[in-house]
């Protein structure tokens, strides 16, 4: 059946929002906590195996860490001790101190909350490592939901899974339409597309550039996150 509600305003109530490039700056530590946990594998540093994991790696930023070493090693269980290692050497680095907001990013949260919009926070890594970043940024209450790929069933980006589970789960808005994704990858957006949100903001603080992002489906590139207010103040359509 087909919906003939006239839509002259889109409230754009949820916001869903990536982590790492996008709210967090990280440093390149997915780079260097991967070639920890490869090393561990047997990946010999400097070789061509080393450098066509990596540039995989960074190909499928954005992506459920896990798919990208099953990818990567083949067999399970050689995935999941890849992983495991990552896992630990991530937040060994965040531990470190190694990590900080991209600036305005926490404004930025703030502000959407304050203007009646619900936002999650959304990333491809486990939970003890989301966790871990969240307690390392003083970010526990900072966002209405946080999510990872298990959170979802288990399948992170490209899936829509994320940004489907905090539609569902927050309740904030009565049409897909109305939510918006923002990231810095491919993945970001293709979740962003698949998902039937309304807006798909790439931003450039992150793993890909603007040809990478609209490449993708992005309906806005921003130079950072802290432009997301201002583009959303534009409403209806954005």
Not at 29 to 48: D, I, N
Not at 103 to 127: H, M, N, Q, S, Y
Not at 131 to 144: K, R
Request: glycine share 12%; with cysteine; proline share 4%.
């Amino acid at each position: 059946m087909t919906d003939n509600t006239p839509r002259t305003t889109r409230t754009h109530g949820l916001i869903v929002l990536d982590m790492a490039g996008t709210t967090v700056a990280d440093g390149g530590l997915v780079e260097r906590a991967f070639e920890r946990a490869a090393e561990r594998l047997g990946v010999e540093p400097g070789s061509a195996d080393h450098a066509t994991k990596l540039r995989y790696v960074r190909d499928t930023m954005g992506e459920s860490k896990i798919s990208v070493f099953r990818h990567l090693f083949g067999a399970e269980d050689l995935a999941r001790r890849a992983n495991s290692a990552f896992e630990e050497a991530y937040g060994s680095l965040v531990d470190g101190g190694l990590i900080a907001p991209v600036p305005g990013a926490r404004e930025t949260i703030e502000k959407l909350r304050a203007d009646g919009r619900t936002v999650a926070l959304t990333t491809g890594f486990a939970r003890v490592t989301q966790d871990a970043i969240l307690d390392a940024l003083g970010w526990q209450d900072l966002a209405d939901l946080t999510l990872c790929p298990a959170d979802a069933g288990g399948r992170g980006r490209p899936y829509p899974d994320m940004v489907l589970a905090a539609f569902l789960r927050t309740g904030a808005v009565a049409d897909v339409r109305d939510t918006v994704v923002a990231g810095d990858t491919s993945y970001d957006m293709l979740s962003g597309v698949r998902s039937g949100a309304g807006i798909v903001a790439g931003v450039l603080t992150g793993a890909h550039d603007r040809a990478a992002l609209t490449g993708h489906g992005a309906t806005h590139v921003l130079a950072s996150i802290a432009e997301l207010p201002a583009l959303l103040a534009g409403e209806p359509g954005a």
